[in-house]
């Protein structure tokens, strides 16, 4: 014959048992402005990077890297975090074209191969921003790819392609053939 368990409340043995464990998880703040202004660019957290940028005031180097090589700007680009990356490309000295140590990659490429970024507005005024400020559309990464082919949308595709072309363009690759038709003209009726 089968027992049946007591269904008194006092026999705890055939009551469901509820596990609390606790885990300490300790925090460590960036102390330094420095500190804080990288980890608020990879946070997009525009208030910290105001507050480090205002407290450090002119000594505060925008383009000091952390101990992976990255810098503030480099971080904002990475994560998509445009508000953060739009306040960097304000700040004086700011160098739009410093690459990082380890993938020797630049602000716009970090922003076109990103896998932090995850959606393609985000990335298209990360991209947008950046081309605004003076990044080279023409820079390769590592594999000599250029931004334009490091994406998969094709309306970044086509700006960055746009802004190549722009850059190449006002390198002097072209002639303006119509002011030496000017010149031409102008002696011609002086000799009449």
């Not at 480099?74 to 445009?82: C, M, N, P, R, T």
């Amino acid at each position: 014959m089968a027992m049946t368990p007591p269904s008194h409340p006092t026999c705890l043995r055939h009551q469901p048992l509820l596990l609390f464990t606790t885990t300490i998880v300790t925090i460590t703040l960036p102390s330094t402005a420095t500190e804080r202004l990288i980890a608020a660019a990879r946070q997009n957290n525009l208030d910290l990077l105001n507050e480090a940028l205002q407290e450090a005031g002119s000594t505060l180097d925008v383009n000091t890297r952390d101990a992976v090589g990255h810098t503030a700007l480099l971080y904002a680009a990475e994560f998509g975090a445009v508000a953060c990356l739009t306040s960097l490309l304000q700040q004086p000295g700011i160098a739009i074209e410093l690459r990082d140590r380890l993938q020797h990659e630049t602000s716009l490429l970090h922003s076109c191969k990103s896998t932090h970024i995850g959606n393609d507005a985000t990335r298209k005024a990360c991209v947008a921003a950046l081309l605004q400020a003076g990044a080279n559309p023409s820079v390769r990464d590592g594999s000599g790819r250029l931004p334009e082919e490091l994406v998969e949308n094709e309306e970044i595709r086509q700006m960055l392609r746009q802004a190549r072309m722009t850059q190449r363009l006002g390198t002097g690759d072209i002639v303006d053939d119509d002011d030496d038709d000017d010149d031409d003209e102008s002696e011609g009726e002086a000799s009449d």
